[in-house]
């Protein structure tokens, strides 16, 4: 038997279901409560997707400028281990 029901254009049709922790979920509610919209669950892993995508292109940019810039041949994991070394030296 298939279902039928009211037609729709909307791009989220279709479902994902998950298992997750009693902790995850407590972490999820707390970073939903920091924000004013509060979203809900399934649109706060939404946007928590779509932020760490964006913030993962943008230090990958940022992480092959640096290679560029020091005109070696660089892995990005010997990059960052750089990058962290200069900024702990920096601290001290």
Do not use: C
């Amino acid at each position: 038997m298939v279902r039928t029901g009211r037609p729709t254009n909307d791009p989220k049709r279709h479902t994902l279901q998950m298992r997750v922790s009693k902790l995850f979920l407590l972490g999820l509610d707390v970073w939903r409560s920091k924000h004013v919209s509060n979203p809900s669950r399934s649109n706060a892993i939404r946007l928590s997707l779509s932020l760490t995508s964006e913030i993962s292109s943008k230090f990958l940019e940022r992480i092959d400028e640096y290679i560029e810039d020091e005109n070696r041949s660089l892995t990005r994991a010997d990059a960052v281990h750089e990058l962290i070394e200069k900024a702990l030296n920096e601290t001290k």
